[in-house]
Every structure is written in C-alpha cells, then in structure tokens.
C-alpha cells in the first residue's frame, strides 16, 4: 500500500478532530478531539518515518505522545478544579481567566 | 483513558447532555471548515507531483521498528529528548495534582470529594445539607 493513503486517514482523523473541537462546548470533548488530532499527526510521521527508511519519525512519534499525556494531565486537572468551584463546564462560559 | 473514565465519572457527565454549539449556523459552518478541511489535505497529497508519495517506500532494515532498536535510539541519538520528555511529564504531574487538589483554608462547605459520593447515597449530585434551606432552594441548583 502506498504511502499517501496513510496520509489521508492522517487528514480525515486530523478533519474530524478539528472540527470537533470547533463544534463541541464540552471540555472533555474538546480534549477528546485534541488527542485525535496529536494522534493524526502521529500517524503521518510514522507514515513518512517508513517512506524514509529511518526511525526518526517513530521517536518523535514517542515524543508527541509524551507531551500528549502531559497535556491531557493538565487539562483534566483544570477540569476538576472547574467542577469544584461549580463553574460552568463549558467553554463558551469559562471567559476569564479569574478564578 | 483511564483518567478520562475517571474524571467523567467524577464530574459526571450524564446530566448534563454534551450540547453542541448555540447557534446551528457555527456549527454547519464547523462541519463544513472540518470537511474543506479534509477536502484541501486530500487534494495535496494525492495530487502532489511528488512520486516518491504513490511507492511503498524505502528499503528497510531487520530490526526496522523492533523494541530493541526504539529503545536504543532513545538512549543513544534521542538522548536529549527523552531526559526533557521525563522531566516534562514529572511537572505536568506535580501540576495537575496542584491544579486538582483541595485548597486548604478555603474551606468550602459546598466542596465534595468522590469518597463523599459512595459514602452517602442521599446525596444528589452535588447538592450538600450545607445548601438546603438556604436561598438556594429557591433559586434551584447551582449552574455548573
């Protein structure tokens, strides 16, 4: 199989991700569709890691994964403090950044 | 995933349905940037000149992607990375355990912790006996 269906089930993933992130109003969704998108691009690097013939790609790959979870930690530590101070669980809501 | 199973079943997701967008014209709008989206990636890949793009790729080694070969670049090229990547994911430990804890000496009655919620099973949702008979049964629960 070719290397440049890889890539457009890379575009579809990233597409849906973007869009969810434009469309839902829930945090966690939003996350959700964040990690779609790391993962997207995830996929594209290991597509071309394989084009090339090395095992850059694979690492960096491990890397984006790396910051993914620390992104997801951090996110769903806001989310928590957000529900213990009984805000809104929305983003259109959470405009300011005082507490 | 595991930390996204616990904190919707900590927030509590079921009652308060997922709602999408306020007005239905941002969302046709967003489904169809997603779509234009994909549409304009698909046109570049596939319509690229570049040829390398329809093959199957370059040769590859035996131990091409194997564990062993991973892990032996992460400790001998990707070194660097790999000790930013341990310290990154200490701190973003450390802050989510800050962001998430309960702050002492803000001591808010309204506050609730899971082990409070499989303690007493009278307890609906959020609401505690420290709201009852205030104003808040008049005014209804509080937004979240």
Known sequence: MSIEWYLVLSALVFSIGAGGVLVRRNPLVVLLCIELMLNSGNLALVAFARAHGNQDGQIFALIVMVVAACEVAVGLGLIVAIFRRRLPIDVDELRELQG | ?144
Do not use: C, H, N
Request: proline share 4%; charged share 20%.
């Open chain 2, 1 to 144: 995933m595991v930390l996204y199973l616990f904190v919707v079943a900590y927030v509590g997701g079921a009652d308060d349905p997922i709602r999408p967008a306020g007005s239905p014209g941002l969302r046709w709008l967003s489904g169809l940037f997603a779509l234009v989206l994909f549409v304009e990636l698909s046109i570049a890949v596939l319509g690229s000149g570049l040829s390398a793009l329809s093959e199957e790729g370059a040769g590859w080694f035996e131990a091409y992607g194997t564990p062993a070969e991973i892990g032996r670049l992460l400790l001998t090229d990707f070194l660097l990375a790999f000790e930013i990547a341990s310290i990154l994911l200490l701190v973003a430990a450390v802050g989510a355990v800050v962001l998430a804890r309960r702050r002492s000496g803000l001591e808010d009655p309204r506050e609730l912790s899971v082990a409070d919620l499989f303690r007493d099973r009278e307890i609906k949702g959020t609401q505690t006996d420290a709201e009852r008979g205030t104003m808040l049964e008049a005014g209804g629960e509080p937004r979240r």
